[in-house]
T-cell receptor, first 113, second 113 residues
Framework: DSGVTQTPKHLITATGQRVTLRCSPRSGDLSVYWYQQSLDQGLQFLIQYYNGEERAKGNILERFSAQQFPDLHSELNLSSLELGDSALYFC????????????FGSGTRLTVV | DAKTTQPPSMDCAEGRAANLPCNHS???????VYWYRQIHSQGPQYIIHGLKNNETNEMASLIITEDRKSSTLILPHATLRDTAVYYC??????????????FGTGTLLAVQP
Protein backbone atom coordinates (compact mmCIF):
# COMPACT_ATOMS: atom_id res chain seq x y z
CA ASP A 1 0.00 0.00 0.00
CA SER A 2 1.61 3.22 -1.23
CA GLY A 3 -0.59 5.48 0.87
CA VAL A 4 -2.29 6.97 -2.18
CA THR A 5 -5.82 5.60 -2.53
CA GLN A 6 -7.72 5.58 -5.78
CA THR A 7 -11.32 4.56 -6.20
CA PRO A 8 -12.88 2.79 -7.92
CA LYS A 9 -10.32 0.25 -9.12
CA HIS A 10 -12.38 -0.66 -12.15
CA LEU A 11 -15.10 1.19 -13.99
CA ILE A 12 -17.07 0.14 -17.03
CA THR A 13 -19.37 2.67 -18.62
CA ALA A 14 -21.01 3.49 -21.93
CA THR A 15 -20.03 6.12 -24.47
CA GLY A 16 -21.48 9.54 -23.74
CA GLN A 17 -21.57 8.99 -20.02
CA ARG A 18 -19.80 10.88 -17.23
CA VAL A 19 -17.67 9.38 -14.48
CA THR A 20 -15.77 10.64 -11.47
CA LEU A 21 -12.47 9.16 -10.31
CA ARG A 22 -11.31 9.81 -6.79
CA CYS A 23 -7.85 10.12 -5.30
CA SER A 24 -6.85 10.44 -1.66
CA PRO A 25 -3.22 11.54 -1.35
CA ARG A 26 -0.74 10.34 1.23
CA SER A 27 -1.25 12.00 4.57
CA GLY A 28 0.40 15.41 4.53
CA ASP A 29 0.98 15.58 0.77
CA LEU A 30 -0.31 18.84 -0.66
CA SER A 31 0.19 18.15 -4.37
CA VAL A 32 -1.90 15.78 -6.47
CA TYR A 33 -1.10 14.82 -10.05
CA TRP A 34 -3.31 12.96 -12.53
CA TYR A 35 -1.96 10.78 -15.33
CA GLN A 36 -3.59 8.80 -18.12
CA GLN A 37 -2.07 5.62 -19.51
CA SER A 38 -3.62 4.17 -22.61
CA LEU A 39 -2.14 1.28 -24.58
CA ASP A 40 -0.59 3.37 -27.32
CA GLN A 41 0.28 6.55 -25.44
CA GLY A 42 2.27 5.69 -22.36
CA LEU A 43 1.91 7.73 -19.19
CA GLN A 44 0.55 11.16 -20.04
CA PHE A 45 0.42 13.99 -17.50
CA LEU A 46 -3.04 15.53 -17.25
CA ILE A 47 -3.16 18.05 -14.42
CA GLN A 48 -1.64 19.04 -11.07
CA TYR A 49 -3.23 20.59 -8.01
CA TYR A 50 -1.43 22.06 -5.03
CA ASN A 51 -3.37 22.74 -1.84
CA GLY A 52 -6.61 23.24 -3.72
CA GLU A 53 -5.27 25.29 -6.61
CA GLU A 54 -4.53 24.19 -10.14
CA ARG A 55 -0.79 24.45 -10.76
CA ALA A 56 -0.09 22.80 -14.10
CA LYS A 57 -2.00 21.45 -17.05
CA GLY A 58 -0.88 18.86 -19.51
CA ASN A 59 -2.71 17.28 -22.42
CA ILE A 60 -6.05 17.28 -20.67
CA LEU A 61 -9.12 17.31 -22.89
CA GLU A 62 -11.80 19.96 -22.40
CA ARG A 63 -14.23 17.15 -21.58
CA PHE A 64 -12.09 16.37 -18.53
CA SER A 65 -11.90 18.45 -15.39
CA ALA A 66 -10.47 18.05 -11.92
CA GLN A 67 -10.53 19.65 -8.53
CA GLN A 68 -8.87 19.32 -5.16
CA PHE A 69 -10.96 19.72 -2.05
CA PRO A 70 -10.09 21.27 1.33
CA ASP A 71 -9.32 17.84 2.76
CA LEU A 72 -6.84 17.50 -0.14
CA HIS A 73 -8.54 14.63 -1.89
CA SER A 74 -8.97 15.13 -5.62
CA GLU A 75 -11.52 14.12 -8.20
CA LEU A 76 -11.08 13.75 -11.94
CA ASN A 77 -14.31 14.17 -13.88
CA LEU A 78 -14.55 12.68 -17.36
CA SER A 79 -17.61 13.53 -19.44
CA SER A 80 -19.03 12.70 -22.88
CA LEU A 81 -16.91 9.59 -22.76
CA GLU A 82 -15.55 8.10 -25.94
CA LEU A 83 -14.09 4.67 -26.63
CA GLY A 84 -10.64 6.25 -26.79
CA ASP A 85 -10.90 7.37 -23.17
CA SER A 86 -10.50 3.77 -22.08
CA ALA A 87 -7.28 3.77 -20.10
CA LEU A 88 -5.64 3.48 -16.72
CA TYR A 89 -5.83 6.68 -14.72
CA PHE A 90 -3.21 7.19 -12.04
CA CYS A 91 -3.00 9.70 -9.28
CA UNK A 92 0.24 10.67 -7.56
CA UNK A 93 0.95 12.86 -4.58
CA UNK A 94 3.96 14.65 -3.15
CA UNK A 95 4.98 17.07 -0.41
CA UNK A 96 8.66 17.70 -1.04
CA UNK A 97 9.48 15.83 -4.24
CA UNK A 98 13.16 16.70 -4.17
CA UNK A 99 13.37 14.99 -0.79
CA UNK A 100 10.69 12.30 -0.87
CA UNK A 101 9.80 11.80 -4.51
CA UNK A 102 6.28 11.20 -5.80
CA UNK A 103 3.97 8.39 -4.69
CA PHE A 104 1.53 6.82 -7.12
CA GLY A 105 -1.71 5.05 -6.45
CA SER A 106 -2.68 1.74 -7.98
CA GLY A 107 -4.90 3.38 -10.57
CA THR A 108 -8.44 3.21 -11.89
CA ARG A 109 -9.02 1.14 -15.00
CA LEU A 110 -11.72 2.79 -17.09
CA THR A 111 -13.37 0.85 -19.88
CA VAL A 112 -15.77 2.70 -22.17
CA VAL A 113 -18.02 0.41 -24.20
CA ASP B 1 8.31 16.20 -23.73
CA ALA B 2 10.63 13.90 -21.82
CA LYS B 3 14.27 14.92 -22.06
CA THR B 4 15.79 11.50 -21.60
CA THR B 5 16.90 8.69 -23.89
CA GLN B 6 16.76 5.07 -22.76
CA PRO B 7 17.22 1.77 -24.61
CA PRO B 8 13.80 0.25 -25.32
CA SER B 9 14.68 -3.10 -23.80
CA MET B 10 17.36 -5.00 -21.88
CA ASP B 11 17.87 -8.49 -20.58
CA CYS B 12 19.55 -9.48 -17.34
CA ALA B 13 20.27 -12.84 -15.76
CA GLU B 14 18.71 -13.50 -12.39
CA GLY B 15 21.15 -12.79 -9.56
CA ARG B 16 23.34 -10.54 -11.67
CA ALA B 17 23.50 -6.76 -11.50
CA ALA B 18 21.23 -4.88 -13.89
CA ASN B 19 22.70 -1.64 -15.20
CA LEU B 20 20.14 0.59 -16.89
CA PRO B 21 21.55 3.61 -18.76
CA CYS B 22 19.88 6.95 -19.34
CA ASN B 23 21.02 9.88 -21.41
CA HIS B 24 19.92 13.37 -20.39
CA SER B 25 22.37 15.58 -22.24
CA UNK B 26 20.22 18.73 -22.00
CA UNK B 27 19.73 18.59 -18.24
CA UNK B 28 19.86 21.90 -16.41
CA UNK B 29 21.81 22.54 -13.24
CA UNK B 30 18.83 22.39 -10.89
CA UNK B 31 16.98 19.49 -12.49
CA UNK B 32 16.74 16.22 -10.62
CA VAL B 33 16.90 12.74 -12.12
CA TYR B 34 14.18 10.35 -10.94
CA TRP B 35 13.86 6.63 -11.58
CA TYR B 36 10.54 4.84 -11.42
CA ARG B 37 9.43 1.42 -12.51
CA GLN B 38 6.09 0.00 -13.53
CA ILE B 39 5.38 -3.67 -13.13
CA HIS B 40 2.69 -4.76 -15.59
CA SER B 41 -0.22 -2.31 -15.13
CA GLN B 42 0.50 -1.37 -11.53
CA GLY B 43 1.12 2.19 -10.42
CA PRO B 44 4.64 3.50 -11.03
CA GLN B 45 6.92 2.70 -8.12
CA TYR B 46 9.55 5.11 -6.88
CA ILE B 47 13.09 3.75 -6.96
CA ILE B 48 15.57 6.55 -6.38
CA HIS B 49 16.39 10.12 -7.33
CA GLY B 50 19.39 12.43 -7.30
CA LEU B 51 20.76 15.79 -8.31
CA LYS B 52 24.50 15.36 -8.83
CA ASN B 53 25.85 12.97 -6.22
CA ASN B 54 25.59 9.23 -6.46
CA GLU B 55 22.76 7.85 -4.37
CA THR B 56 22.02 4.45 -2.86
CA ASN B 57 19.02 3.05 -1.07
CA GLU B 58 17.68 -0.39 -0.26
CA MET B 59 16.45 -0.90 -3.80
CA ALA B 60 19.14 0.45 -6.05
CA SER B 61 22.09 2.74 -6.71
CA LEU B 62 22.08 5.78 -8.95
CA ILE B 63 25.31 6.81 -10.61
CA ILE B 64 25.31 10.28 -12.20
CA THR B 65 28.23 11.30 -14.38
CA GLU B 66 30.21 14.34 -13.36
CA ASP B 67 28.86 16.40 -16.26
CA ARG B 68 25.33 15.17 -15.37
CA LYS B 69 24.60 14.30 -18.98
CA SER B 70 23.89 10.67 -18.21
CA SER B 71 23.12 8.32 -15.37
CA THR B 72 22.94 4.61 -14.62
CA LEU B 73 20.50 2.82 -12.38
CA ILE B 74 22.00 -0.28 -10.80
CA LEU B 75 19.92 -3.10 -9.37
CA PRO B 76 22.63 -5.08 -7.58
CA HIS B 77 21.05 -8.55 -7.63
CA ALA B 78 18.18 -8.70 -10.08
CA THR B 79 15.31 -11.09 -9.41
CA LEU B 80 12.42 -12.18 -11.59
CA ARG B 81 10.23 -9.69 -9.71
CA ASP B 82 12.38 -6.85 -11.05
CA THR B 83 11.01 -7.45 -14.55
CA ALA B 84 9.33 -4.14 -15.33
CA VAL B 85 9.47 -0.97 -17.40
CA TYR B 86 12.02 1.41 -15.90
CA TYR B 87 11.59 5.13 -16.44
CA CYS B 88 14.36 7.70 -16.15
CA UNK B 89 12.83 11.16 -15.72
CA UNK B 90 14.38 14.58 -15.57
CA UNK B 91 12.03 16.70 -13.55
CA UNK B 92 11.15 20.08 -14.89
CA UNK B 93 11.82 22.75 -12.32
CA UNK B 94 10.23 26.15 -12.74
CA UNK B 95 10.54 27.68 -9.31
CA UNK B 96 8.83 24.66 -7.76
CA UNK B 97 5.38 25.65 -8.97
CA UNK B 98 5.39 23.32 -11.96
CA UNK B 99 7.16 20.22 -10.76
CA UNK B 100 5.41 17.41 -12.53
CA UNK B 101 7.07 14.24 -13.81
CA UNK B 102 7.01 13.73 -17.57
CA PHE B 103 7.40 10.06 -18.49
CA GLY B 104 9.13 8.82 -21.62
CA THR B 105 8.88 5.33 -23.05
CA GLY B 106 11.30 3.73 -20.58
CA THR B 107 13.33 0.51 -20.73
CA LEU B 108 11.67 -2.86 -20.49
CA LEU B 109 13.97 -4.93 -18.29
CA ALA B 110 13.46 -8.65 -18.61
CA VAL B 111 15.15 -10.68 -15.91
CA GLN B 112 15.83 -14.18 -17.18
CA PRO B 113 16.01 -17.27 -14.92
Amino acid sequence: DSGVTQTPKHLITATGQRVTLRCSPRSGDLSVYWYQQSLDQGLQFLIQYYNGEERAKGNILERFSAQQFPDLHSELNLSSLELGDSALYFCASSIQPTKYGYTFGSGTRLTVV
Amino acid sequence: DAKTTQPPSMDCAEGRAANLPCNHSTISGNEYVYWYRQIHSQGPQYIIHGLKNNETNEMASLIITEDRKSSTLILPHATLRDTAVYYCIVRENYGGATNKLIFGTGTLLAVQP
